[in-house]
């Protein structure tokens, strides 16, 4: 017979990531900004794009422009991403944007 096909929650990634002590800061940093006046959405990624955290929108779909944009980043950057303004950071592990709501 052979060996059932393993799957792996799509939570799983993100179960990992909240369970790991060194990274409760970023978390925390993360629940705090997403409060913030005027922040419409937060998108976290690691170094190859994939979606680790996604609070509001535009969602995990951003993932891969957020990390685009970030590439090699010194300092932080303002980008449109999906036509909507953002902010965007390189850190050491992780990438990290912060969407901004639109002011009329």
Do not use: W
Request: overall charge neutral; glycine content about 8%.
């Amino acid at each position: 017979p052979t060996a059932p096909q393993v799957r792996l929650h799509p939570a799983i990634p993100f179960i990992f990531f909240l369970a790991h002590p060194m990274d409760s800061a970023l978390n925390t940093a993360i629940e705090h900004m997403s409060k913030l006046p005027g922040v419409s959405g937060i998108v976290c990624t690691d170094r190859d794009g994939l979606c680790i955290l996604a609070r509001g929108t535009p969602g995990s779909a951003a993932a891969g422009a957020v990390c685009e944009a970030a590439s090699g980043a010194t300092a932080p950057v303002q980008a449109r991403i999906g036509g909507t303004p953002a902010v965007v950071y390189n850190l050491p592990d992780v990438s990290l944007a912060v969407f901004m709501k639109e002011t009329a």
